[in-house]
């Protein structure tokens, strides 16, 4: 956190709840490498946390009171709800992702005894696919963790409620994996989670001569508006109809060979495509992985492509604008792989690119995508960041 944003932050806390002591948190958000719409359906993904996401000062009330502001929203004010009546009146409103949250672990037999005055400020672009929703739930149950000194609920639990309050709560019946990379990130790590078991293992992002690029195509997508919950139901139903002829818990237990062997259960077309892209994207996960850790970017970088293809035309939850980007990184030297990143219908891609041809490509990709859409692109170099916690 850099002294300027500190700054900020404590005189708009100041201004808005008073002089006291307060406590700070951050949870990143995450940009995910390849293993897109796999979570929900038992297959592997490969993300890493990032240094964008969203900071709070906390402090402890002594009545059952939470107050929260945004500094991303602040012409919504300070909003007020009581501990002992958390509905969400306005879904339409940023509040929805941290009173589920509270909400959540009340459900789950937390008591929360008292409340929080807390403000709130992400640097993650809104609707870019870099999980800003999935890094302010993780936050707030961070705040709740350690506040109240929580030791039997893990890190993977702040991931699994932070889940569960954008399931129940907020519109979005999302996987585990943006809120599990929030919360269990690791610096210059990604993750290979199976998201079948919660079975994980970190893996070094051992680049050299290499850089991961985040293009942000400036489309906005809002997840809950349906698409993406429709692209779930089709998987879904294809796979019920796989189940009464082989014996499997997800689309992730199967090979693309058995996939094809038993794919003639599926009746609708678009439920076969659905389930084509779980299959083999979950087994290009393990690939790509197998391509990282011998230092083979060329095939990193084929794999990547082929991702891309596959949420395009089988899942089809990309856009012409994510689509535009991936083929104008193809045609840049020292590019070795690119794709769509998220949950799609906009947002950003994530590129592997090499350190020499990382101006090239963010002049030329710029330029030319300006030019095609009248859109001016954003450009994040990044790197693979520590998971949720307390700032000290």
């Known amino acids: 956190m850099d002294t300027k944003l500190r700054t900020l932050m404590e005189t708009k806390f100041r201004d808005a709840y008073g002089l006291k002591d307060y406590r700070i948190y951050f949870?990143?958000?995450?940009?995910?490498?390849?293993?897109?719409?796999?979570?929900?359906?038992?297959?592997?993904?490969?993300?890493?946390?990032?240094?964008?996401?969203?900071?709070?000062?906390?402090?402890?009330?002594?009545?059952?009171?939470?107050?929260?502001?945004?500094?991303?929203?602040?012409?919504?004010?300070?909003?007020?709800?009581?501990?002992?009546?958390?509905?969400?009146?306005?879904?339409?409103?940023?509040?929805?992702?941290?009173?589920?949250?509270?909400?959540?672990?009340?459900?789950?037999?937390?008591?929360?005894?008292?409340?929080?005055?807390?403000?709130?400020?992400?640097?993650?672009?809104?609707?870019?696919?870099?999980?800003?929703?999935?890094?302010?739930?993780?936050?707030?149950g961070t705040i709740i963790k350690d506040s109240f000194e929580l030791s039997d609920v893990s890190m993977v639990d702040v991931a699994l409620f932070g889940q569960y309050a954008e399931n129940n709560y907020c519109g979005c019946n999302c996987g585990i994996m943006d809120q599990f990379a929030s919360a269990m990130g690791r610096e210059n790590h990604a993750i290979l989670l199976d998201t079948n078991e919660l079975v994980y293992e970190y893996v070094p992002l051992a680049f050299e001569n290499e850089k991961i690029v985040i293009t942000n195509s400036k489309v906005k997508h809002n997840l809950a508006d349906g698409g993406y919950n429709k692209a779930r139901n089709s998987a879904e139903a294809a796979l019920a109809e796989l189940q009464k002829e082989v014996d499997i818990k997800t689309l992730g237990d199967l090979t693309e060979a058995e996939f094809e062997s038993y794919s003639y259960a599926i009746e609708n077309d678009d439920n076969y495509f659905s389930a084509k892209h779980a299959v083999y994207e979950n087994r290009r996960v393990l690939k790509a992985v197998e391509a990282l850790r011998a230092n083979n970017f060329e095939e990193l970088g084929k794999l990547m492509y082929a991702s891309h293809m596959s949420l395009r035309d089988d899942y089809q939850v990309s856009c012409e604008e994510i689509d535009l980007?991936?083929?104008?990184?193809?045609?840049?030297?020292?590019?070795?792989?690119?794709?769509?990143?998220?949950?799609?219908?906009?947002?950003?891609?994530?590129?592997?690119?090499?350190?020499?041809?990382?101006?090239?490509?963010?002049?030329?990709?710029?330029?030319e995508y300006k030019r095609e859409t009248g859109i001016e692109a954003e450009f994040y170099v990044v790197e693979a960041a520590q998971g949720a916690g307390r700032i000290e």
């Open 27 to 140: 949870a990143p958000g995450r940009v995910n490498l390849i293993g897109e719409h796999t979570d929900y359906n038992g297959g592997h993904v490969f993300p890493c946390a990032i240094s964008f996401g969203t900071y709070a000062l906390v402090a402890d009330r002594n009545d059952d009171m939470i107050r929260i502001s945004s500094l991303n929203f602040e012409e919504d004010g300070v909003i007020r709800v009581p501990i002992r009546d958390l509905n969400i009146e306005r879904p339409d409103m940023w509040t929805k992702y941290p009173l589920g949250v509270f909400r959540t672990f009340k459900e789950k037999g937390y008591d929360i005894q008292h409340g929080f005055d807390i403000l709130i400020y992400g640097d993650i672009p809104n609707g870019a696919g870099l999980s800003s929703s999935a890094s302010l739930e993780v936050l707030i």
């Open 325 to 367: 980007l991936v083929d104008l990184a193809h045609e840049v030297e020292g590019v070795w792989g690119s794709r769509i990143t998220g949950g799609g219908f906009g947002g950003c891609t994530v590129s592997i690119v090499k350190n020499e041809a990382i101006d090239t490509f963010i002049d030329y990709v710029g330029e």
